[in-house]
Every structure is written in structure tokens, then in C-alpha cells.
């Protein structure tokens, strides 16, 4: 169904700086409506963690097989955050699509950016995009970041802090902002909000 070129596809993302609870919040929605959304796993450069799993977290790969991909317009968006590449392939989402079911997406700011600019022409298909912004406090970022990254020098959070200041100021050319202090009332304010409105011909959210 979602094959045919003239139908429009859609995707989610949540967006925002390192620390904005994007995966939580990602995991949430996955957990509440697993006949809807699936996960798009991101390929990345980053070494794996003892509590990540390869094409569960991410596809965890070198920088020499990314730039292949990059060189073979197989991403539909990809970016290069503290000297490690990430990225969303077509194909994740193709399979997704062809499942029946709507991506979401865990990204950066500018790949969502991309993916307003691009996902038409790389896919080939009307496509459907809305970005949603976790807007987190200058003062609460910090503390999340300290918390979160203990194991690194203050030169290191300072880069993640800078990079906080860059993508926050890109906030407002964003139709969806929702303030991620308190988790709960954030997941609520997604669902109601942004979610539900684009989502009611799925029998699943007019029986939520």
C-alpha cells in the first residue's frame, strides 16, 4: 500500500539536543502503539556500548562503511556530532513503510532539517515529515549532561553545551515545541497535540 508513489507517507521525529529526552519519550510511544510506529535505527561511527545491541540501538559500523553509503545517496539524512557521523538510510524507512506502519525517528535538529528539504525527492513520494522539538532549559541541560556524562572532561561537555546553545536557537523554525521538564506531562502534551490530530484514521488512536 504504501509502495504506490502517489500516496502520502508519513514520519515522526523527535528532536533536540543530546539529553532532551528524545529516546525516553521514543521508547514511550513505541511501547504505547507498536501497531503504529516503528523505530528507525540510525547507523553510526560510535563505538558500542556494554548496553547497546547492533541493529537494535544502532547500526554500528565503521567510518569507512558510512562514507560508502554517503557516497551511494543511501541516507536520507546523516551528520557529523562530536566526531562521530549518524544516520537515517532509506532503506530503514522504506522497510518500515512497506510494513504498513509510520517511522519515528530519534535526530538531530539539522537532520530533520534535511529530511523537510529532501525526503520527497530521495524518496520519490509525497512524504508527510513532523519534527517535534523537546525545548529543555539552558540550566536543566546541564545538569542532564553532567549527570548523563560523568565519564568525560569539561573540555568535552563544554561541546555539548555549545552544541545545546546551536540547536535550541533553531527551535522556532519548528511547527511543534513541547517543553520536557516533567516527562509525563511532555508524552501527554505529544499525544494530544501532534500525535492523535495526524493519526485518527488508525483505528488504533480512536480507540486510545
Not at 528524545?22 to 510506529?37: E, G, R, S
Not at 509525563?184 to 480507540?207: D, F, G, K, W
Request: proline share 5%.
Amino acid at each position: 500500500m504504501n509502495s504506490e508513489p502517489h500516496v502520502t507517507v508519513q514520519a515522526f521525529a523527535l528532536i533536540g539536543p543530546s539529553g532532551s529526552g528524545k529516546t525516553t519519550l521514543a521508547k514511550k510511544l513505541l511501547n504505547d502503539y507498536p501497531t503504529i510506529f516503528s523505530f528507525s535505527v540510525s547507523h553510526t561511527t560510535r563505538p558500542k556500548s556494554k548496553f547497546e545491541t547492533h541493529k537494535i540501538d544502532y547500526f554500528f559500523i565503521d567510518h569507512k562503511h558510512f562514507k560508502k553509503m554517503i557516497a551511494r545517496n543511501e541516507f536520507l539524512e546523516w551528520e557529523e556530532v562530536n566526531s562521530n557521523l549518524y544516520g537515517t538510510s532509506v532503506k530503514q524507512i522504506e522497510t518500515i513503510l512497506s510494513d504498513g506502519k509510520v517511522p519515528l525517528l530519534d535526530i538531530e535538529v539539522n537532520g530533520a532539517e534535511r529530511i523537510r528539504k529532501y525526503a520527497e525527492i530521495v524518496l520519490g513520494r509525497p512524504f508527510s515529515f513532523t519534527p517535534i522539538f523537546l525545548d529543555v532549559p539552558c540550566d536543566v541541560q546541564e545538569m542532564r549532561i553532567r549527570e548523563r556524562k560523568r565519564g568525560e572532561t569539561e573540555e568535552e561537555i563544554q561541546k555539548r553545551l555549545k552544541r545545546y546553545e546551536m540547536e535550541n536557537a533553531k527551535k522556532h523554525s519548528f511547527d511543534h515545541i513541547i517543553p520536557n521538564i516533567n516527562l509525563n506531562e511532555a508524552y501527554t502534551q505529544i499525544l494530544e497535540s501532534v500525535v492523535r490530530p495526524r493519526l485518527l484514521h488508525r483505528q488504533e488512536m480512536q480507540t486510545m
